[in-house]
C-alpha cells in the first residue's frame, strides 16, 4: 500500500522559536502533488501549504515553508517565529488519483 | 460565505441503528469526500465522489453507503453493519482532482458516539 509516514507523533516548541515536522511518503509515479493541513483545537482542517513534485522549488507561505527532496521521497514543514496559535495536529498528504493519502499526524504544542 | 456546512455537530445513536450525516457545500465543487478519524490514525478515506450520481469506495467503506443525488450534497449514511462507529466524521470538498493538486475544503466535522 502507498503510505505517508509522519514520524513525530508529538513535537514541542517554545513561542518564536522553529521547528520543523517531517513527512515521507512512497510513490511509483513522477508527477504528483503534496500538502501540509493543519487541524487547531476546533478540529477544523485548514490547507497550510501545497508543493507540486516537479517544481525543484521548494514552496514558502509566509512563516511556512517545506523541504522537498523528490529523491528522498521527504517533505518536511518548517515554522519559523512559532506562535501560540500554531498549536495544532499537522498532517501531510499525498494526491493520489482522485484523492489524498493522509499520515497519522504530529500533533505540535507551542509553549510561552 | 462559501463554505462546507456538515449537521449535525454531535450524533448519538444506539447500536443496532441506521444514521445519517449530512455534508452540504455552496463552493461549486465537483468533488466530494467522506474521511474517518480516530485517535492517531489520521483521517482515512471512506467514499469520495468526482462527479453527481458516481462514488468510489475508499479504504475503509465497509459499513457505510452514500449519495450524490446533487452536486451540493454528499449524505453518508452509517450502518448497523459498521462494528464500530464511534469517530469524528469529516466531509470535504474540491474543484476537481486531489490527485491534480485540487485543495480539499473542509468541513466542521461530525461526532458520532454509539450508545
Known amino acids: 500500500a502507498q503510505t505517508v509516514t509522519q514520524s513525530q507523533p508529538e513535537m514541542s516548541v517554545q513561542e518564536a522559536e522553529t521547528v520543523t515536522l517531517s513527512c515521507t511518503y512512497d510513490t511509483s509515479e513522477n508527477n504528483y502533488y503534496l500538502f501540509w493541513y493543519k487541524q487547531p483545537p476546533s478540529r477544523q482542517m485548514i490547507l497550510v501549504i501545497r508543493?507540486?513534485?516537479?517544481?525543484?522549488q521548494n514552496a514558502t507561505e509566509n512563516r511556512f515553508s517545506v523541504n522537498f527532496q523528490k529523491a528522498a521521497k521527504s517533505f518536511s514543514l518548517k515554522i519559523s517565529d512559532s506562535q501560540l496559535g500554531d498549536t495544532a495536529m499537522y498532517f501531510c498528504?499525498?494526491?493520489?488519483?482522485?484523492?489524498?493519502?493522509f499520515g497519522k499526524g504530529t500533533k505540535l504544542s507551542v509553549k510561552p | 460565505d462559501g463554505g462546507i456546512t456538515q449537521s449535525p455537530k454531535y450524533l448519538f445513536r444506539k447500536e443496532g441503528q441506521n444514521v445519517t450525516l449530512s455534508c452540504e457545500q455552496n463552493l461549486n465543487h465537483d468533488a466530494m469526500y467522506w474521511y474517518r478519524q480516530d485517535p492517531g490514525q489520521g483521517l482515512r478515506l471512506i467514499y469520495y465522489?468526482?462527479?453527481?450520481?458516481?462514488?468510489q469506495k475508499g479504504d475503509i467503506a465497509e459499513g457505510y453507503s452514500v449519495s450524490r443525488e446533487k452536486k451540493e450534497s454528499f449524505p453518508l449514511t452509517v450502518t448497523s453493519a459498521q462494528k464500530n462507529p464511534t469517530a469524528f466524521y469529516l466531509c470535504?470538498?474540491?474543484?476537481?482532482?486531489?490527485?491534480?493538486?485540487?485543495?480539499?475544503?473542509f468541513g466542521p466535522g461530525t461526532r458520532l458516539t454509539v450508545l
Open positions: 508543493q507540486e513534485a516537479y517544481k525543484q
Open positions: 498528504a499525498r494526491g493520489s488519483q482522485g484523492n489524498l493519502i
Open positions: 470535504a470538498s474540491s474543484m476537481g482532482s486531489s490527485g491534480g493538486g485540487n485543495e480539499q475544503f
Open positions: 465522489s468526482q462527479i453527481v450520481n458516481d462514488f
